[in-house]
């Protein structure tokens, strides 16, 4: 099938021939020029999705669609599922402990959306809003075999630097499968990409729009011809705004939203500024104002559950939300006014009859541009659509954006003053005053760095290296999550479940800080997780750090259904209503929710279901391992749970389950309840890499064993809180001890093990220690192949345990 029949199929309508050309193209560009609203998202999914069912030896099985902004990643992952058939899944990664399974499977195609902190900071080993433990799932998988796509990465900051330095990590470094990156804006300048490990890696030039046996981008018949042309003139507000949220010149702004609203024929109008705290001022100043059709308002700081809405089964809508309503087209959008943040500036099909917009550096004034008449329907020649632009003094207001971005941005649009800004006039525009921009790399990501990321224990005081400025900028609004839940004066449970996606609202670290100082006066705390200690503790202020999960009572207030995060304390807020069925309790170091199924199973049992998984992985991805990490893996997937046979383990299981049949050990508990050890901290996959070592296994199957629970890695240490042997000689660390005994255990389709006394001297320091030995694997197989290896096993144990939880499996 030729990729237009594909793309008709798909969207309903032909492709325009920049986008063929793309999708046929011998190798993909790294760069794609396009003006908004060009379509470059469909060029992207369908592009990728077409070469997979055409080339799918030469195309990476998963795709990666990063966005800058966070609030409308739902909404392009909802358009994507309208294009996409039934068999290629699509993912949101987001934050919360009920985010998609979408690493259960990751030897089938699929697409995955995020924004670039929750995609980057996974990159980069240190998901924001995710739990350690699964941080190298992410890594594994999102930099192995998969196509990244950067929409607007203008936009980015910091994240351009990362993203760059990732592509030419994964070269030097080495992937299974290709890993390419693909850049897409129509403002990004090829010099941005220059980083010192990706400098003069691009494999073609820059693709754009043009004329050639493919068609014509420009002909005057075509659709994309209308876009580009859509007739729009750009003119001052009159307006030099000089404080966030003056009172004075908030309600001069609405005066003036209103006002040219009302001369836009009933047509759609989008308000368009720099600070969540000014949008929701003018927000209200208009509300106040009674249009006759009540605002809206948009921006990062709702919750999912706001934002989202809810459907039945049957995709009936149960809850209107923000983005449903967003989306309307047509008479619903007669005579509104949306009063937006930059979140609308990338990933978002909406378009305006007017547009009013604060100064911001060029490229963001051209996105917003691209919000005005997008399709060429909101204006004509003789009655083109409007763009207004309000002043800034910029020694004053340019937070969040760089005074001397302002002040050029500024001087181009005063050239403007009066003229056309079609996305052709303002490419015409950008030509004849060569305007090319500038980016400076800030802070960039080497590969000291990464290979020190690999390494997901804490450090000795507790604490994580900041990735903050990597993924996106250094500025104070890099972001908490947090969410709220009616809890008692003594604070949360242990047993409470951990924070949900829907219950996540995105806060700049700055001013969550200043909002604990006013919950202080309250005599109220916020609570973090606390994994070694399994449960959940006050939050000290100092600790506050971007990507960390905070939980609050609903009476510290800070979060309106209709403003989003204010910070105010004074009311409270409303918790997002519980789903039993998603809740879970926040991981620790000792949890062990796998083996706490409602179906009891033998080790044995266990074993062999996995093993099947295994195989029916490497089936798919046979190509890219080699036949020893093939066995390897098929090892190590034998003696995972070998471990499960120690007293500490079949102590907890028997507690629950009775004694199993003579010659069993049980793997799984049979009730939905908390394992309970004797022996703090305990972890049975220490045991079993430590066993299968003893047995002459290589120590890669050892490492393999060891990783698949993300808790046992690069070194085996003891942890606060470890109760020492009697003999203070005596080795110990995660519950296990020197000279414990492991006895005879069955691994499943007739293999059996004789028993073994445990040796921990691999955790002392020397030539032959555990993490010395790690290093060195790390070293050979590089920080993204050795993840890779590591999310294929514990893909398959995941699929197993959640088919025993449901009672799949015998």
Request: net charge neutral; with cysteine.
């Amino acid at each position: 099938m030729s990729f237009t029949v594909f793309f008709q199929q798909a969207t309903g309508s032909e492709p325009y021939p920049y986008q063929v050309r793309f999708a046929e193209a011998e190798a993909l560009p790294h760069l794609l020029r396009a003006p908004t609203g060009a379509g470059k998202t469909a060029t992207a999914i369908l592009g990728w999705l077409w070469r997979w069912k055409t080339k799918p030896e030469k195309t990476p099985r998963r795709l990666v669609y990063c966005l800058p902004m966070r609030v409308l990643v739902e909404q392009s992952a909802k358009v994507a599922r309208e294009w996409l058939p039934k068999d290629i899944a699509v993912h949101v990664l987001m934050g919360g402990a009920d985010t998609e399974a979408w690493h259960l499977h990751p030897e089938k195609p699929a697409v995955l959306i995020g924004t670039q902190d929750m995609l980057l900071s996974r990159a980069l080993n240190r998901g924001y809003a995710a739990s350690r433990f699964h941080w190298p799932i992410d890594f594994g998988l999102l930099n192995n075999d998969c196509l990244w796509v950067f929409d607007e990465p203008q936009l980015m900051a910091n994240g351009v630097s990362t993203s760059a330095q990732l592509a030419g990590f994964r070269k030097s470094l080495d992937t299974f499968g290709e890993c390419p990156s693909v850049w897409m804006s129509a403002t990004l300048e090829p010099g941005w990409l220059n980083t010192i490990d990706f400098r003069d890696k691009f494999t073609a030039l820059p693709h754009e729009l043009k004329k050639d046996e493919h068609g014509d981008d420009y002909d005057p018949k075509g659709e994309l011809f209308k876009r580009m042309t859509a007739a729009k003139m750009l003119a001052p507000l009159g307006l030099s705004l000089t404080k966030e949220a003056d009172e004075r010149e908030i309600k001069t702004i609405a005066a003036k939203v209103l006002e040219k609203h009302r001369e836009s024929d009933g047509g759609q109008t989008l308000v368009i500024l720099n600070t969540v705290k000014r949008a929701r001022a003018v927000y209200a100043a208009l509300d106040k104002l009674k249009p006759p059709v009540k605002p809206l308002l948009v921006h990062s700081r709702f919750r999912p559950h706001e934002r989202v809405g809810e459907r039945d089964k049957d995709g009936n809508v149960i809850r209107v939300g923000l983005n449903d309503r967003l989306q309307e087209k047509g008479e619903a959008t007669k005579g509104r006014i949306i009063v937006a943040t930059q979140v609308v500036e990338a990933g978002v099909d909406i378009t305006s009859r007017t547009l009013i917009t604060e100064l911001a550096p060029w490229a963001s004034i051209v996105q917003r541009i691209g919000r005005c008449n997008r399709t060429g329907n909101d204006g004509t020649q003789d009655n083109p659509a409007r763009v207004y632009w309000i002043d800034l003094d910029t020694d004053k207001q340019a937070m969040p954006y760089e005074v001397n971005d302002l002040i050029f941005a500024k001087e181009q649009l005063t050239k403007l003053d009066g003229k056309g800004v079609s996305p052709r006039e303002l490419d015409d525009f950008k030509r004849e005053n060569s305007i090319k921009l500038p980016f400076e790399h800030k802070h960039v990501i080497r590969r000291r760095d990464l290979l020190d990321l690999f390494d997901t224990s804490p450090d000795l005081s507790g604490n994580d290296i900041d990735i903050s400025r990597f993924v996106r900028s250094d500025d104070p609004d890099t972001d908490v999550q947090v969410f709220w839940r009616t809890i008692t004066a003594e604070g949360p449970r242990p047993e409470d479940s951990d924070g949900r996606r829907e219950e996540l609202c995105n806060v700049p670290v700055g001013q969550f800080r200043e909002f604990l100082k006013a919950l202080a006066e309250k005599k109220l705390s916020a609570f973090v997780w606390d994994h070694l200690d399994r449960e959940w503790v006050k939050l000290d202020p100092n600790a506050v750090r971007p990507g960390l999960k905070v939980l609050l009572p609903t009476t510290a207030g800070g979060y309106d259904r209709d403003l989003g995060w204010t910070g105010d304390t004074k009311a409270t807020v409303e918790a997002v209503p519980a789903k039993p069925e998603a809740d879970r309790p926040a991981e620790a170091t000792a949890s062990d929710p796998n083996s706490e199924t409602s179906k009891a199973r033998t080790i044995a049992q266990h074993t062999a279901s996995v093993c099947e998984a295994v195989d029916d992985i490497l089936k798919a991805v046979a190509g890219q391992l080699s036949e020893s990490w093939q066995t390897h893996l098929r090892k190590a997937t034998r003696w995972h749970d070998a471990g499960k046979a120690h007293a500490v383990f079949q102590e907890a299981m028997c507690k629950l389950n009775g004694e199993p049949a003579d010659g069993e050990h049980w793997a799984k508990s049979g009730k939905n309840g908390r394992l309970g050890y004797s022996r703090k901290h305990f972890r049975h996959e220490l045991a079993s890499a430590l066993a299968g070592l003893q047995h002459g296994l290589p120590f890669e199957v050892a490492y393999l064993i060891a990783a698949h629970h993300g808790k046992v890695r690069l070194a085996i240490r003891s942890l606060p809180g470890e109760k020492p042997p009697p003999d203070p000689a005596t080795l110990f660390a995660l519950g296990v001890r020197q000279g414990d005994n492991l006895p005879v255990v069955k691994l499943g389709t007739g293999t059996t093990e004789k028993d073994t006394v445990l040796d921990l001297s691999p955790m002392q320091l020397g030539g032959n220690s555990w993490t010395g030995r790690a290093l060195e694997l790390l070293g050979e197989q590089g920080p993204f192949r050795l993840a890779y290896l590591e999310a294929l096993l514990r893909a398959a144990d995941q699929r197993v345990s959640n088919a025993e939880q449901k009672g799949e499996l015998p």
